[in-house]
């Protein structure tokens, strides 16, 4: 079952559902380098909070190793997938995933010295750790149990503090550990940012011709939607389909319903994408530019996982092989599509 969005069909003719081509969303922004012709009246809004004009000055304060990732088809992969896919790999990097795009763009304005907490299974935290040091920032990481020995290590060795919770959902020991300190909490889903420093991938994919469908593995929404938010504006007739474990369909769910939903994840197995319940900013910007979400199994994602390793040389997570394997199991249109392997940090000592 894999209900379309019934907020977006992605219908090109409805401005309601299409975010501003033709310049910037954030008109107070004297700075603001519109990209195409501004219109005299702006339009009556964009659907979404994300901006266009923010997504490319992203690219100035991200670093290096984040950007211009590879992206190319491999032809053994396409054979056993059945078509052409573009794969886009964002593991060659010090976090081993793409979250540095975002969180580069979130903390950019942070004063060095304050301190920041967030929630995050670990890949998140790697970014905010990694990042945050080089501005100076004291990082707190709360992580819900059992963690990724190695999510962990590394979230240390970039200098934060990682305190361990008990249950899937870490998020409410952040938000109150923020308030007691006064310190900045980050909550991945939320902040615009995090979405439009991951949109730079779809400026990059682009780069690769023109897709029938983009397939991005989805937690709290922020990847996809920033891709999102510039493929509507640049290739309108792409379809952008998320993937959501079947074991934690937290996003699907929240679509079917037009309101978050609380899951109570079966497995962490794709710890990366295992989310409990929707942040509502997402979720209005998911339903208002993604077309579908579809679910995988954890035999698809093991799958996956071996065609990664097999034919990309990328020891990928469960999540960051959830493009894949829901291409692999025939659950996304098109004869050509595009895909990101997302995360490279599985578990040495878990399922993942
Ligand atoms: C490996 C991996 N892939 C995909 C995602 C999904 O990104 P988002 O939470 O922005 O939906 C995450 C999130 O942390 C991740 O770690």
């Known amino acids: ?20 081509p033709t310049g910037p969303t954030d008109p107070t922004d004297p700075t603001d380098p519109a990209p195409g012709p501004r219109l005299a009246e702006p339009p009556a809004g964009p659907a ?45 990097n010090p976090i081993r995933s793409f979250k540095g795009r975002g969180v580069a763009l979130a903390l950019a304005d942070l004063p060095a010295g304050s301190t920041v907490v967030c929630a995050s299974s670990g890949n998140f935290g790697q970014a905010v750790a990694y990042l945050g040091r080089d501005l100076g920032l004291t990082v707190v990481v709360y992580a819900p149990a059992p963690l990724n020995p190695s999510k962990c290590a590394r979230m240390v060795a970039f200098g934060a503090e990682v305190i361990e ?19 900045a909490l980050l909550v991945d889903g939320v902040p615009p940012a995090i979405a439009e420093g991951a949109g730079t991938i779809a400026e990059e994919l682009a780069r690769a011709g023109r897709f029938d469908a983009v397939v991005v593995p989805v937690g709290d929404g922020s990847l996809i939607t920033g891709v999102a938010a510039w493929l509507r504006a640049h290739a309108p007739d ?7 474990p079947a074991a934690a369909p937290t996003m699907f769910r929240a679509l079917a319903a037009g309101e978050p939903v609380t899951t109570t994840p079966a497995s962490a197995f794709a710890e990366g994408i295992t989310v409990t319940r929707a942040r509502p900013e997402s979720l209005a910007r998911v339903r208002a530019l993604v077309d579908e979400i579809v679910l995988v199994t954890e035999a698809e994602l093991r799958s996956a996982m071996g065609l990664v390793a097999r034919h990309l040389s990328v020891l990928a997570e ?3 092989a959830a493009g894949i394997a829901a291409i692999a199991a025939g659950k996304v ?10 995360g490279a940090n599985p578990n040495p000592g878990g399922p993942g």
């Open 1 to 20: 079952m894999q209900p379309a969005n019934p907020a977006n069909p992605a219908n090109p003719a409805n401005p309601a559902n299409r975010t501003d």
């Open 318 to 320: 469960p999540a960051g």
């Open 165 to 183: 919770v008990a249950g899937p959902d870490a998020h409410p020991a952040a938000a109150a550990a923020a308030a007691a300190s006064g310190a």
């Open 48 to 92: 979404t909070d994300l901006s266009l004009s923010r997504i490319a000055r992203a690219r100035s304060v991200i670093p290096a190793c984040f950007l211009d990732t590879p992206q190319y088809e491999d032809e053994l992969l396409n054979t056993a997938l059945g078509r052409r896919v573009t794969v886009k790999l964002e593991t060659g």
């Open 333 to 342: 249109a098109g004869d050509r599509l595009a895909t990101l392997v997302t």
């Open 238 to 244: 792409t379809r952008i389909v998320g993937v959501n």
